[in-house]
Each structure stands twice: as structure tokens, then as C-alpha cells.
């Protein structure tokens, strides 16, 4: 059994963990035709079954993106409201069943203090109503805990509030102030069914622990088969398999080791000092099967002769000792063992660190600990010490006695410059080739697939680690589908020799896997790479794809190319996500930092770790960079985008794309080939022929044509069409295709008005109402969405539709299009 189902109840806090019933996690079962995806809470307690396609959710996001398509995407707040009431700035509102998954919000420097209360309404009771800053601080208590929530130190500038809140009928969410810069991220459902509201008093404990493990330990906690351990050397230009598995089942886990990569220099990192009498204390988590357990400490040598006692629950284990000051900004680490008798059978430990001299204080930046796993040192705890790092410390009870300083410091550790070089050169060229039944899913760079492609990079995200100590693992836990077989290859394309390599996979036979593939309920894995010199006027594209699948998340390496200046300029572009061929992007961010959930160029240049974002490299003028580069990454797990046609995944680089850079970028997604949706019935709203083919009629109707643009990549493309401004009831028939299992109506309208809704029938059954905020007067036309329950076309080739609309402002279109979804 591996040290994920070991220590599956272990808390890094003093959290208790309780299991709902129901919430054990397995591999994924069969899912419905029209599955929503995972709802509420489920969605960090069934990690393992990410591989279902989601095909009865739209992700969509609300957002302060400048509807101009300029760069005011918050810094006036001229975008940030839907609308006012009394409450203050909306900013999400939707009708029908959904589920919020993320929200983001940045203002004065990651201060969320000036935004007041936060108001969430699901189905009109209220479920959340507090200040904003004390919920992303935490002291809302359970669920709203790190890293649930986090704050503008957690984020280097940001704050978010990760807890999936589902609803049945309606959602609003309202800030007291206008919040400059925010994201709302949430999906639509066709039906409610499995749909049930958030409850505020579910405290989850058990999610709360499972994410303050990220980068740590397996989050999907399923017991798996390991593989014989692959070993030896890989010459330039030639590849190694190092793993085949046959049947069905799935790969749970992947670690790669490669002494010969060195750990990146350039470090920054925030920490503290306690001096004469003072003492610092906190908790870990450690294997219970160590032989063993080892902490590391990382600590700023200018600060000669430091020396504190190190004691494991009570009792004396050894002293940190700093030696004489080291005059230039150099990091250094010291490593202590525990002896076997203190730790065996223990999860965790109780640190004490105590002040015994110094020509000043004694510092500590950061502690890792490795438990002894049969000879295998296993990272099994980070405590990262500092004030960019209150919900870390929270979680470990860390206190300090005797602070005589805080603070950051960018530092390096002394590695030569040709070693970086190489490891560099390894990281990019050594790639990662994983194949399912036959064909290629997982193709990409070696270090980017595990989080960090700059350079060696401590990463710690839900789904991959990156572990830097001279014999730390790169592992990957994304579960992996097969029906017949898997290969795992590393191909050496570095230019350089790869000796020593050690590759581990383990893998869960399940015989269910092969006929949900097949069917098409599971997803292939997919990990692709882009790469090349950003473009001016065009976006740089993550993911273009056609077929159906869920598109979780990213790792970006940007290397930008401004020597002077605003060196970090590139890291204004939007993120831009189409969907199914609709002219309108279902998301539209603020900036590149803000999708990554940070804020203010990564607070200039603090990076830092969450579960599902942050920003583990930046690199200046040197280590291989030529000007400016970062890294980061993003997992979409809750708010992961479902498609079933095609998808584009797009990212500005510079405020209108017109900021020079060299981006590159591995994306992690899962899909089947075959579309599960297409488009079956046109309606031209302002054509006399295709208004009688469809018996279209409407009371209250004028016509005009408009002259404009669509939000997004083409927001300079000018579109000529007519509209019909409506204000009574509209009827019109719309073809289906056959074996429909759902199905979507889009509208092409004018959205100078906002906040446009109409009551929408099916065969003369009320199924909902079309409800959307959204306005604006620069890029008027707008392609939204609604759509269409199985119960109300499965069976049918045709449906009547009738729109009545709930204005003012009146109801707009331009064209109608049926999408007819078949799986």
C-alpha cells in the first residue's frame, strides 16, 4: 500500500478528518449520457474520476474584462458591475440549476478590505454574508479555511474562494464596493436533477485536508499495483520504455527521478527570525512505515553562528547550526535525522526549535520533511514559514515566540552556471510519451508535465509535485484510462546524455474501464504541448482541438523579450475560451497573473503555491532567461471546461496582444474524438424565407441592423446583420437531430442592453428562464446559450420553441441555431 492510503487520515492541522458516507473514493464508474460532472463537494472527493466527460455542463465565467477590448480590466472598476442595487455591485447572477466553482478578486495590491461584504445568494436564501477579507482570511471557519479560501499573502495578490457551491433555481453574487478586478467561475445544467443546494454548515474536513496535502500526497487515496521499477541511462536521440501495461485499467501514478537535474538557483522566499528566549513550534505530517524521518531547513546565511535545538515530540533529536556568516545573498539548507525509535508508526510530528546563540537571531524560511520509505525518501510535509504564508502556517499550528524579524529575500544557491544549463536543456528536451490503446494521449517536455518548465522549480499542485532535494521525485497522480494497453516512454531529444534515470508506475486493473471508454462515458488523458514566439495581433493558443472532452488545466513557461521597460508587460493578456463553435467566448479574464489567481505581476515577482494555481519560477536576466520569464500553472478542476464539438484555449500576450514573448505551454485534458453535438437548425431571424420554414412569429417585433463586433479574438472583425427587437411572445419550430440526448439553443443578438431574460417553453412546457446580465455598447453582438433537458427532445426530430420576454429592455436576435447533442 502506498503512503497516500496510509496516511489518507492524517490532517497536516489539527482538523479531524470524517468521511461522509459515500465520499470513499474507487476508479470512476459509468457515467449517464448527460452527466453534469461532479456536484458540490464531490468534486475534490472524486479526483479519481476526472476522466468523465461532462456533457450536461457549460462552463462559463463572469468577469471585469474591459468590453472594449482594451486593458481596463479593472483598474477603473468601469466593467466590475452587472448591476447596483442596495446590496451593492453584482457580480454573478444566473437562472436555472448551476454550481459556482471558483472566485477570484484582486484590489490594492491583494487587499480586499476596500471591497467590504461578500453576499452569496443560491435559490434566495443567503448562504454566505461577511466581510471579504475575513473569509479569505479564514475566520469564517470551516469550509471557508486555507486552502479553500486564500488571501493576497497565500496568493502573491490575489484571493480566491474555492467552495463548489451548487444550486437548483438561481445564483447572485454581491459585493458591498465595486472589487476593480474579479472572476466568478460556475457551470449551467440542463435539469436539477442531482442537483442539491449548497449547505454553508457541511464543514468538509475531509476536503479541507485532502487539498492542505497538495503536491504531497495522492488526492485520489486509491490503492494501487506498482510495476518493476525501470532504471539506467538514455543516450541523446534515443528512447527508453519504461513502462507497459495490458488490460484494462488505469495508470494512478508516475515518478521520475533524475539526479542529474539540479535545483534552479534563484530563489525567493518569505521567512522569520526569533532571537534570545524565543522559539518557533508547528506540526508535520510523516509516513507511519519510516525507517526514518529527515527535516530540512532552509535558512539565510548572513546571519553567522545561529544555533537552536531541535526537539521531536519533547525529546532532543539534534541542533541547527549556521556556522560563520556568509557575506553575500546565498541560501543554505541543513538537514537533521530523526532516529527510526522517535517516528516509527507515527503520522505525525510536533517540531520545536529553540534559540541557543547567534550573532543576531536564528531564521528559518522553510522545513521539508522526507520520511524513510524501504530506502525510498519520501516527501511527506512542507512547512513553508512566513508572512506570505498564513494559511501554511494556520495549518501546521505554527507558532513563533520571540520574533525579531520578518520578511522576503531573493537569494541564490550556489549552482554553476553550466549545470543549470544542462538541467535546463534536460527539463525542455526530455519529453514524456504515454500511449492508450495504441495511440499517443501524452506528449510533452519533461518538466512541464510535472509543473515547472523553466528550470527545477519546487512544485506543489493537486495533481503533480515537483520534489527539488538531490533525490526528490517528479510525480504526476492524473488517473489514466486504458481498455487494452499503456506504454510509458521518455524520449531523449536534450542533446545531452540522460544516466541514472529511475522511473516508477503503478497501475489499478478494473475491468469497468474498458466498455466506459468504449462508450464514450470515459475520456481518454491527454497532456499537450504548444510552443513557439508569441504573435503580434493574435493569441497565443493553449488547446485547438475538435471532438468532446473536459480541459483541466495548464503549465505555461513564458520567456518574455522586453529588455527594458516594463519588462513583465506580457503578463497583461486575457485568457479566451470558445466552446462548440459559438462566436462568443463562455470566458474572458483579466490578465495573465489573474488567471494563474494572483494578482499584480505575482506581487512583482513572490511566487507561491496552491493547490490548484500558482507561480513556482521567475527567472531575471539570467539562469537561461535573456529579460523576464515565469512560470505558472492552473488546474480547473470544479470550473474544468467541458466541450463537445471543438475547443479553442486561448491567451493574450500583452495588453492587446502586443507584448514580444516566447511562450510555451502543456495542457492536461481528457477527450474522445467523436463529437457528441451538432448543429441541426438555423433560424434567420430578419429572412422572410427562413422565418416562414420555421412558422416564426412574434408580437411587439421592430427590425434594425446593426453594425458591430463580437467580444474576443475577433473584436475588430466588424459583422453586418439585422436584428428583431421583441417584446411580446416568440414562436418558432426548430429541427432536431436523431437520437437526441440534449440539446442547446444558441442566440446571436445585440447586447447594448443588459440583463435581457424571457421565459423559455418546450412543446409548450415551461423548462426555464434565459436570463443574461451581460452588456455592451463597444462589441455589441453576443452568441449566449441555453440549454435543452433530455426529457424535453429525447425522442423528437422537431420542438416547438416559445421565447416570452420579462422586459424591458426588449429581446434581441439576429439568428437562432440548434445544436443537437447525441451522447
Known sequence: MRFGSLLASTLISALVLTLAPGAAEAAPRAVSALDKGPIGWQVYRDVSQLARLRPGAVSRQFSSFDRTGGNDDGFEGTYSCLRTTATGCVLAE???????????????????????????????????????????????????????????????????????????????????????????????????????????????????????????????????????????????????????????????????????????????????????????????????????????????????????????????????????????????????????????????????????????????????????????????????????????????????????????????????????????????????????????????????????????????????????????????????????NATVVLVNESGIALGDVTVETEHIDDPAVAPALQAGRLGYFRATKQAGNTVPGRDFTFLETSGRGVYYGVTHSMRGDIPNGNMRLYLEGDERVYVDGAATPTIYGTGTEDFYESGWYFRDGITYSMPLAGNPAWELNADGCAHDCTGAYRLMVGEAVSFSSSLRFDIQHGPVNDAPANYSSTSYWYSQAQPAISETDVLDVTDDASRAAHSYQATGETRRTLQSTFEGKDDRVVVTDGVAVTTGAITFNARLGPGSTGARLLRMGDQNESYQQASVFVDSVLIGNWLQPLGNTSSRWLEDSFELPESMVAGKTSVSIQIVPAGPPAWTAARYRMLTKTV
Open 94 to 484: 444566473r437562472a436555472g440549476p448551476g454550481q459556482i466553482d471558483s472566485m477570484w478578486f484582486t484590489r490594492d495590491f491583494g487587499s480586499m478590505a476596500a471591497n467590504g461584504r461578500i453576499k452569496v445568494e443560491l435559490d434566495g436564501a443567503v448562504v454566505l454574508d461577511r466581510l471579504l477579507q475575513e473569509v479569505v482570511d479564514g475566520k469564517a471557519g470551516a469550509p471557508y479555511l486555507w486552502p479553500l479560501v486564500g488571501n493576497g499573502e497565500d496568493t502573491s495578490g490575489g484571493a480566491v474562494i474555492k467552495v463548489p457551491m451548487p444550486y437548483r433555481e438561481s445564483m447572485r453574487v454581491t459585493l458591498q464596493a465595486n472589487p476593480r478586478f474579479y472572476h466568478v467561475s460556475f457551470r449551467d445544467f440542463a435539469d436539477a436533477d442531482g442537483v442539491q443546494t449548497f449547505n454553508p454548515a457541511d464543514q468538509a474536513l475531509d476536503v479541507i485536508a485532502k487539498l492542505r496535502a497538495h503536491g504531497i500526497r495522492d488526492p485520489k487515496g486509491v490503492a494501487a499495483q506498482q510495476l518493476p521499477v525501470a532504471t539506467g541511462s538514455i543516450a541523446t536521440g534515443a528512447s527508453k520504455n519504461v513502462a507497459t501495461m495490458a488490460g484494462s485499467g488505469w495508470i494512478s501514478q508516475l515518478r521520475v527521478k533524475v539526479p542529474q537535474i539540479l535545483s534552479s538557483p534563484r530563489v525567493g522566499d518569505d521567512g522569520r527570525a526569533f532571537a534570545i528566549g524565543g522559539s518557533s513550534t508547528f506540526k508535520v505530517a510523516i509516513d507511519p512505515a519510516n525507517q526514518g524521518v529527515r527535516i530540512t531547513r532552509r535558512y539565510d546565511p548572513q546571519v553567522g553562528n545561529q544555533r537552536a535545538r531541535l526537539s521531536v515530540d519533547g525529546t532532543q533529536v539534534g541542533f541547527w547550526e549556521s556556522g560563520a556568516r556568509i557575506s553575500t545573498g546565498q541560501w543554505r539548507d541543513q538537514t537533521i535525522m530523526v532516529p527510526p525509535a522517535l517516528t516509527a508508526g507515527r503520522a505525525s510530528l510536533t517540531v520545536l526549535n529553540e534559540y541557543l546563540s547567534s550573532d543576531l537571531d536564528v531564521n528559518e524560511f522553510r522545513y521539508d520533511i522526507h520520511s524513510d520509505v524501504g530506502g525510498d525518501w519520501r516527501r511527506t510535509d512542507v512547512m513553508d514559514v512566513g508572512p506570505n504564508h498564513p494559511g501554511d502556517e494556520q495549518a501546521h499550528g505554527y507558532t513563533i515566540r520571540g520574533l525579531n524579524w520578518q520578511g522576503f529575500r531573493v537569494f541564490r544557491y550556489p549552482v554553476a552556471t553550466a549545470d543549470v544549463t544542462r538541467s535546463d536543456a534536460l527539463l525542455a528536451g526530455v519529453r514524456v510519451v504515454i500511449s492508450f490503446d495504441g495511440k499517443t494521449g501524452v506528449d510533452a517536455p519533461l518538466g512541464e508535465f510535472f509543473g515547472s518548465g523553466l528550470g527545477e522549480y519546487d512544485t506543489r499542485s493537486l495533481m503533480s509535485s515537483i520534489d527539488t532535494a538531490p533525490d526528490g521525485w517528479y510525480t504526476s497522480w492524473w488517473p489514466m484510462p486504458y481498455s487494452r
